[in-house]
């Protein structure tokens, strides 16, 4: 797929699509107070669109799956009951919860008296050997190799043995008819109960008074832990092509980092300078190319975006392609140079194309065109003359996420008021669609913070269910009231599919088109 910044649009607009409610996980309860450590705080899908992780600020993270289609369905219908399930296995996936993890947990760097907070910055997918799940987790300073797999696990019961056995039909039922062995009675209050534990089959020993059985669980362990190599908070990691090295990017520098090696590191691109009163820009997006492992490309606080080939030079400094947006580059004010800092950066499936998040406008730029973009959209241009209240309130330093989908001609980010945009190369329409993902349209957030809770048993996440979801879209307009206290920051385009996932506090909604 290639974008034609000269062809004819109205010749060859894309078609608008019309995105509806799928699923919602977490929703809060009427009346449910939301714990900071519930906010989703990463969202990633992995590459098969199979699999769907989330982290929140709490530091765990919750695997979803796609629930069966007809692969799975082969085994239990008819041909004929296939056929007519054709369509409905069509539709768009949904999915399901998998499983639930702690990744991190609070630590304190006594040598600086700082608290590392657990909050997952960022999760990436790795490859998947052998039917296991690999995944990547950050924080502000140590980076988490996760392996996640189906196990049987053995589950050990106790058993009153003082009763008498009363119910020969009840030992008939567990032990002839499962194990097709015979029953042998030592006295009127225990027996001698052996079965096949490899094949899943309980078994009993009147000696130990314990039942043990196998059951299918969701196991995940740290293969891997990356650690000690970042002075300041890590902001991205992006696993290359090959699936052998993945990079992490702090303020300043960039980390190369071999999967298999978890005690050292290499030193890729340093912008730290020797007087530190002589920084201008910090690095905020590290990406590698969708295919070439050679390529990154990394953004910074000044909206330009880099892009480096490491087989030019071990140290990729000063050895790169500069986009930047001369249009744009005229007089600035002290906030609208805040706001042109790129706070997200994806790749488009072609490799050519790159899609940017600055906090007032989604800038789709190619590769080969380094003045300006392809095309601009305005997302916050209505809050230019706020911009001096944003800044005191801090609103201005919210990093809005972006994603892309697969033919690359669709983009979504988020805004304010748990607002979801949605924007079609060529449309014709740069205002694009606006989704908001909430339960009541007009709710009312409050503004008082609620006190900070170190855990809760089960992450609110895992409460999936359907319901009849809020399918209201219009266009942009110049006059918005916005909510700042609630926000779409995270998000994923799935990678087969028109889905877009995204959390709205600690809520995780899906739309499909």
């Known amino acids: 797929m290639t974008l034609s910044v000269n062809s004819d649009t109205s010749s ?138 189906d196990q049987e696990v053995k589950s050990v019961k106790e058993m009153d043995t003082r009763q008498s056995v009363s119910s020969e039909n009840s030992l008939l039922a567990e032990t002839s008819f499962i194990n097709g062995q015979n029953t042998n009675f030592a006295d009127g209050h225990s027996l001698e109960w052996t079965g096949n534990k490899e094949n899943g089959v309980s078994s009993y020993n009147g000696d130990q008074n314990k039942i043990a059985s196998l059951e299918d669980a969701t196991i995940a362990r740290c293969r891997r832990v990356y650690a000690h190599a970042h002075d300041f908070n890590v902001n991205s990691i992006s696993v290359n092509s090959d699936w052998e090295t993945f990079l992490s990017a702090d303020d300043l520098r960039i980390n190369l980092w071999n999967l298999e090696i978890s005690n050292q590191c290499f030193n890729i691109i340093d912008m730290k300078p020797v007087n530190m009163e002589d920084l201008i820009e910090v690095i905020t997006v590290a990406e590698f190319h969708p295919f070439h492992c050679n390529l990154l490309a990394y953004s910074s606080s000044r909206g330009f975006i880099r892009l480096v080939d490491m087989r030019q030079s071990a140290i990729c400094d000063h050895n790169a392609r500069i986009l930047k947006d001369e249009e744009s580059s005229g007089p600035k004010s002290f906030f609208n140079e805040i706001s042109a800092s790129i706070t997200d950066m994806k790749f488009a499936n072609d490799g050519r194309h790159i899609l940017t998040r600055d906090y007032m ?113 219009g266009a942009g307009s110049n006059e918005v009231s916005y909510d700042f206290n609630s926000k779409v920051l995270h998000m994923a385009w799935h990678p087969t599919t028109n889905l877009i996932a995204c959390g709205a506090g600690n809520s995780l909604f899906m739309y499909y088109a």
Not at 64 to 69: I, R, S, T, V
Not at 416 to 440: D, M, P
């Open 12 to 149: 060859s607009s894309p078609p608008v699509l019309e995105w509806k409610f799928s699923q919602v996980f977490g929703d809060k309860f009427p009346g449910e107070d939301v714990q900071d450590i519930d906010i989703i705080s990463a969202i990633d899908f992995d590459k098969n669109g199979d699999h769907l992780a989330v982290g929140d600020r709490g530091g765990r993270i919750v695997i979803f799956q796609k629930k069966g289609g007809k692969h799975d369905a082969v085994k239990f219908t008819s041909r004929d009951e296939l056929e007519q399930l054709d369509y409905a296995v069509s539709k768009h996936p949904e999915f399901e919860f998998k499983t639930e993890f702690q990744s991190h947990e609070p630590e304190f760097d006594y040598l600086k008296s700082i608290e590392i907070e657990e909050k997952i910055n960022k999760v990436r997918w790795c490859a998947t050997p052998n039917g296991a799940l690999f995944i990547l987790s950050a924080n502000n300073k140590t980076i988490k190799l996760w392996k996640v797999k």
């Open 361 to 473: 406008n989604l800038k789709l730029w190619d590769m080969n065109m380094e003045s300006s973009p392809v095309a601009t959209y305005r997302v916050h241009e209505n809050l230019r003359p706020k911009l001096c209240d944003l800044y005191n309130s801090d609103s201005i330093f919210d990093k809005f996420e972006c994603c892309l989908s697969e033919d690359s001609l669709n983009f979504a980010t988020g805004s304010y008021s748990n607002h979801l945009r949605v924007f079609s190369y060529g449309s014709g329409k740069e205002e694009g669609l606006t989704i908001e993902a909430a339960r009541k349209p007009n709710r009312k957030h409050n503004a008082q913070t609620t006190s900070r809770a170190r855990r809760s048993s089960l992450s609110n996440l895992a409460r999936g269910f359907y319901r009849q979801g809020n399918d209201n879209h």
